[in-house]
């Protein structure tokens, strides 16, 4: 599904997998979000699950990443405009099949990594009148999201050593132990990252070590939180995750075993059932 924003450039087209269904005014929405120099696939086993149990999916490519055009964007601030912008385009579609227009609709916003903290800003500013936001999921979350000077010198300097670099510390294990027969998610990562948008890496990156408005967001959210992480993560420490959860009395932190950073990869069916218990939960 494509679906045009009007900004700097008119009809800029901007990209969201929604399982091939249309659009459902009646059922509530689940917005998936992407890490640094991702797309929307890495969500391919959990935004499929729910786009055929009964939601609407909507798995974003950012801005110049994977299928949307535009620029670059450089700050997380940025990007959660953006990504509300683009809830309020479903929005008003789904308004506009309503039979009660004075009907709402229910959003729940995952976001992973870099996409976390996207989707706490959006969710910290999620203001539209018709919608409501039921639930938020922070994964591979840390705050702050610190860059190493090595990593971010990569980034800018040596792309391909970046992604190196972030894919073998992004998993618990370079080869083996896959959940799937034939199936490499560390050499699919590095694949997504090397086909991503010049400079991509290195502008997500400076957006993620810049980012400083975390805890006035958490402030300003009043939906439920769940804080999932691996276990093992190196890239985002879950002991950073469980300082915000604690700190929430609507949160609750998840912790799946024997996993690192690429967590929707190394363990698709864990996430997706801690998504499905938890989304589920809130569903009106």
Known sequence: MYLKLKGAKLNEVNYAYTGTHDLASDLETIVFVHGTSMDH??????????????????????????????????????????????????????????????????????????????ALEAAANFNHPDAGLNSLSLIGFSYPMSVTPQLMDAAQHNPSEAYSMMTQWSHRSA???????????????????????????????????????????????????????????????????KAQADKNECAEIVLIPECGHSIMSESPDGVLDELTRFIGGRRK
Not at 95 to 111: C, E, L, N, P, S
Not at 209 to 223: M, Q, R, T, V, W
């Open 41 to 118: 696939t890495v969500w391919a086993h959990q935004s499929r699950y729910f786009a055929y149990h009964g939601y609407n999916v909507l798995a974003v490519d950012l801005p110049a990443h994977k299928f949307s055009q535009g620029e670059l964007l450089p700050s997380i601030e940025r990007m959660a405009e953006w990504l509300n912008k683009m809830i309020g385009k479903m929005i008003g579609k789904m308004i506009r099949q309503m039979i009660d227009q004075t009907a709402g609709t229910a959003f729940h916003i995952v976001g992973h990594s870099m996409g976390a903290l996207i």
């Open 175 to 241: 080869i083996g132990g896959e959940p799937i027969p034939g199936f490499w998610s560390a050499g699919m990562q590095l694949s997504m990252m090397e086909n991503s948008k010049p400079g991509a890496v290195h502008t997500d990156l400076i957006a993620c070590d810049n980012y400083n408005n975390g805890e006035a967001a958490f402030a300003n959210i009043h939906c439920p939180i769940l804080f999932l992480s691996g276990a093992l993560d190196k890239m985002a420490p879950a002991k950073l995750a």
